[in-house]
């Protein structure tokens, strides 16, 4: 298999730039991870909140609720509401015997479709024998002469296609129309509508004495409770999905950011690795009397490589200048101890 060599220059300017993506992935991936943890921990407890926040808004409709049902249950029927009932009964009973009436013709309509659909299935078998039939006949013919069939075969063959088209969809719609046709609920009864028009009447003629001292709940009130009620309701049952969602986002994330650092940490080691190439060591000087400590890159080669500069990092104290084979840190007010100082090659 062919391979392909690099030249350490080569490897150098691909790990500086593999180390750069990786080095990019990863702060993403850690805004990631915190935008997630935020969505976490605001939908931690979301379940909860939402649920006293449903019990509070059910309460306050339940309240007025039943101060309605209670108003409404001591206010007698007016004579309006007597005529309105009484409409809405003839309406209903003149509703339910076209109905019916209509019931029959709809069935025998169906019925008349299935005899239909069978004819066709018989027109369509006895066409395509027909058609068989005039073929074989036409094979016998002698040869070089045309068959005295072909004519009344190539008429057939028109209305048996299209026959065959027909069929299946006169059989689909027919079938369907019975399915609906049979899972039609039956009509209901008007029993329970007529006794309620009977108590409103019987009770209508006190509704002129009796006084209406007590005040009705407003509607507009009622339905905006019940409008809240709803809504808090909706955001109960939504609550634990959303706390999933985020949870499980940000597990997500967090594998991402765990993946990103792998890639991360190769890339520094492969970077590290190519820089070797180069680098031979780094010789850091004690502090002088003003706290300033020397660093210096000692290279293979003498120099870095063409179109390449050197830039420091330090994990205490503060660079004069942070590009530079040779650079100056400040350790003033730095406590004794060890810290790392690292010079990495970039594109100058």
């Known amino acids: 298999m062919p391979t392909t060599t690099r030249t350490s220059a080569q490897l150098l300017a691909f790990a500086i730039k593999e180390f750069g993506d990786a080095d990019a992935l990863v702060k993403r991936r850690t805004k990631d991870v915190a935008n997630a943890r935020e969505r976490a921990n605001a939908t931690s407890g979301l379940t909860a ?70 004819q066709v299935g018989t027109a369509v078998t006895r066409l395509g024998e027909a058609v068989e039939a005039l073929r074989d006949a036409g094979e016998g013919a002698p040869r070089g002469f045309k068959s005295p069939f ?111 650092k792998k890639f991360l940490d190769a890339a520094t080691a492969a970077r590290d690795e190519a820089e070797d190439n180069f680098i031979e060591r780094v010789d850091v000087g004690r502090p002088n009397a003003d706290g300033i400590v020397e660093a210096r890159v000692i290279f293979v080669n003498g120099g870095p490589p063409a179109h390449y500069q050197v830039r420091w990092t330090v994990e205490a104290g503060e660079l004069v200048d942070p590009v530079g ?21 970039e594109r100058a």
């Open 49 to 118: 909140a939402a649920e006293r926040a449903f019990n509070n808004a059910d309460a306050d409709y339940r309240l007025l609720y039943e101060k309605a049902e209670t108003a409404a249950a001591e206010k007698a029927p007016s004579q309006k509401a007597v005529t309105t009932a009484e409409a809405v009964l003839q309406e209903a009973e003149a509703v339910k015997k076209a109905i019916g009436e209509c019931h029959t013709p709809l069935k025998d309509a169906i019925a008349d479709a299935g005899k239909c659909v069978t």
């Open 325 to 345: 084979t040779v650079v100056h840190i400040k350790t003033q007010g730095v406590p004794d101890g060890n810290y790392a100082i690292e010079a990495h090659l």
């Open 150 to 260: 072909s004519n009344a075969l190539t008429r057939l063959r028109t209305p048996n296609a299209r026959l065959q088209d027909l069929q299946e969809p006169l059989q689909n719609n027919q079938a369907k129309a019975k399915e609906q046709f049979d899972n039609v609920p039956g009509l209901p009864s008007l029993e329970r509508l007529r006794d309620l028009v009977r108590e409103l009447k019987g009770e209508s003629s006190a509704a002129d004495a009796k006084s209406d001292a007590k005040r009705s709940v407003d509607a507009a009130d009622l339905e905006r409770l019940q409008g809240e009620r709803d809504a808090a309701e909706l955001d109960w049952r939504q609550a634990p999905e959303i706390e999933r969602t985020a949870q499980a986002d940000l597990s997500a994330k967090e594998n991402a950011l765990t993946e990103a």
